[in-house]
């Protein structure tokens, strides 16, 4: 499975972005597909995660602001972030999981500036 992230950028601070993550590869239709970010000097977090049944979570600083979807004809889950802030600002990684497997996209960059 190869995944593929894209739709980073810069943006000023209350502005949007999507994020979209696409899926090539052997599939499963049962999986669970997340959004993980890095900031510079920290962690890798959870950003949101979406299952296949339709099961969201978010990380309670994102939580009204960014939304997880996804389009299976497009094999594609997209992160649309509004209200953007400074603080979102870090490498953001898209994530698969399926079976006993677990895939990483390559990461796309929001800068967010003030």
């Known amino acids: 499975v190869q995944l593929q992230a894209s739709g980073g950028g810069l943006v000023q601070a209350g502005g949007s972005l999507r994020l979209s993550c696409a899926a090539s590869?052997?599939?499963?239709?049962?999986?669970?597909t997340s959004w993980y970010r890095q900031a510079p000097g920290k962690e890798r977090e959870l950003v949101s995660t979406l299952s296949n049944t339709g099961y969201t979570d978010y990380a309670a600083s994102v939580k009204g602001r960014f939304t997880i979807s996804r389009d299976d004809a497009k094999n594609t889950v997209y992160l649309q972030m509004n209200n953007l802030k400074p603080e979102d600002t870090a490498v953001y990684y898209c994530n698969r999981r399926q079976g006993r497997d677990e895939y990483w996209g390559q990461g796309t960059l929001v800068t967010v500036s003030s």
């Open positions: 590869g052997r599939i499963f239709s049962i999986n669970w």
